[in-house]
């Protein structure tokens, strides 16, 4: 497939099997109601021209870095600002259930690792640990709990995209509030105004 259109169809959400379109070149799915666009879009490799103005985007995620854009279209949508807000220093207090599938997640990168082979029995716990994400600042796995942040990105140098100038937000996840107030990063809480 090289070309998708579905536009205006009060379409809410983007499925993650998008990723499998590998050849796409071209998807325009403005004025809808799509709210988030799935990672998986960085599978879309070939994608050059995406169109999703008048939706109710907010950020980017981290996967349209892999795409081949040249031209992204999302005016009129409530992306988020690069506006400062004083926050408090929060520490990290995991439920028992992601102290433990991080473990396993940091075991698993042993090959010898108990845990790893006891896991290739129980295909119900290798569904559930195939969702597990890395955190940008520390590269550590996490699954259950993480921070949503964001990052802005130059469209021109960073993307290399033709048609759009000045920052948009990418979407980050980082594992803890220790990660999120490490210094040398450029990421940012996002925080929903009630």
């Given amino acids: 497939m090289i070309e998708e259109i579905a536009s205006i169809n009060k379409i809410k959400e983007l499925p993650r099997e998008l990723g499998y379109l590998r050849n796409l070149k071209k ?17 879309c490799q070939s994608l050059q021209i995406l169109d999703v103005s008048c939706n109710l985007i ?11 854009l040249k031209e992204l279209h ?6 988020l600002e690069h506006l400062p807000v004083l926050s408090q220093n929060v520490h990290d ?12 997640l940091q075991s698993f990168k042993d090959r010898n690792s ?3 082979k006891s896991a290739t029995v129980r295909p119900d716990i290798l569904n559930v640990l195939k969702d597990a994400k890395k955190c940008v600042v520390c590269e550590q796995s996490y699954l ?3 921070l949503e942040c964001v990052h802005f990105v130059n469209a021109k140098s960073e993307l290399k995209l033709k048609n759009r100038a000045g920052n948009i937000p990418i979407r980050a996840c980082l594992c803890s509030y220790d990660c999120f107030y490490t210094e040398g990063h450029n990421y940012f809480a996002v925080s929903y105004p009630n």
């Fill in 74 to 79: 999302c005016d009129e949508n409530p992306l």
């Fill in 93 to 104: 207090i995991f439920y028992l259930k992601e102290l433990c599938a991080r473990m396993i």
């Fill in 144 to 146: 259950f709990s993480w």
């Fill in 27 to 43: 998807l325009f799915i403005y004025k809808n109601e799509i709210a988030e666009i799935p990672d998986e879009i960085g599978h």
């Fill in 58 to 68: 907010t950020m980017f995620p981290e996967g349209i870095y892999h795409c081949a």
């Fill in 114 to 116: 108990i845990l790893r």
